[in-house]
């Protein structure tokens, strides 16, 4: 069982360039989501979405996109990448399980805009 | 969007009991507070959810008061693999805006 893959692992960007960092699930989750984390401010919400075919801004959206086609994937997409965007990119899927939800993290996509 | 804050960094040892404890004044009725672990280089990784009262499993146990402006992670007997960063989070899952803040940095030395 793969969970939640991410592609690619790290990537080094010239500034201006598009971009689009994959993540794909296989436990099919409805809940998806995209956080970015800096060092000393945790993680911020990006954008999410909570079933195929909706999406939804999070608390930093500005220079991104998604989109959710289908329940697997839910790519994020950098039009024109900018050093601020130098970041540690984490999706997520959740389920609710017995009661209670829970989130799946994949291992993350380190990004480099220079 | 109800806040929380928990304090920046903690240190213990072995096999002592680690409390955490997370404000979140302006939780609203249909918020779940939940506490992810993270370790360096990895996604967070689920410990424990909790609406009220207290929430146990094999790893943490979760103290809410009735009033629910806070929260406390209670980790027993840490070893040195606890050594993490805890987050507490406040808000409703499948509906999107979770706050994970900034959350405690946790020391075990032997």
């Known amino acids: 069982i793969a969970g939640i893959t991410q592609a690619p692992t790290s990537q080094i960007l010239a500034a201006g360039r598009r971009m689009t960092l994959r993540c794909t699930q296989d436990?099919?989750?409805?809940?998806m989501y995209w956080y970015r984390q800096d060092l000393g401010l945790g993680l911020r919400l990006i954008h999410y979405?909570?079933?195929?075919?909706?999406?939804g801004k999070g608390e930093v959206p500005d220079g991104y996109s998604v989109s959710r086609a289908n329940t697997d994937d839910f790519p994020l997409t950098l039009a024109s990448a900018v050093p601020s965007q130098t970041s540690v990119y984490f999706c997520?899927?959740?389920?609710?399980?017995?009661?209670?939800?829970?989130?799946?993290f994949g291992p993350g996509t380190r990004l480099t805009v220079l | 969007l109800a806040k929380t804050t928990q304090p920046i960094s903690m240190d213990s040892y072995e096999g002592q009991e680690v409390n955490i404890t997370c404000s979140h004044n302006?939780?609203?009725?249909?918020?779940?507070i939940t506490w992810y672990q993270q370790f360096p280089s990895q996604g967070p990784r689920f410990i424990i959810q909790?609406?009220?009262t207290k929430v146990t499993n094999e790893v943490a146990s979760l103290f809410i008061p009735a009033d629910r402006k806070s929260s406390t992670l209670s980790l027993p007997r840490v070893s040195l693999s606890d050594t993490a960063v805890y987050y507490c989070?406040?808000?409703?899952?499948?509906?999107?805006?979770?706050?994970f803040g900034q959350g405690t940095e946790l020391s075990v030395k032997p």
């Open positions: 979405s909570n079933t195929a075919g909706t999406t």
């Open positions: 997520a899927s959740s389920v609710r399980i017995e009661g209670y939800n829970e989130q799946f």
């Open positions: 436990m099919r989750h409805n809940a």
């Open positions: 989070l406040v808000g409703v899952h499948q509906g999107g805006k979770l706050i």
């Open positions: 909790g609406y009220k």
């Open positions: 302006n939780i609203a009725t249909n918020d779940y």
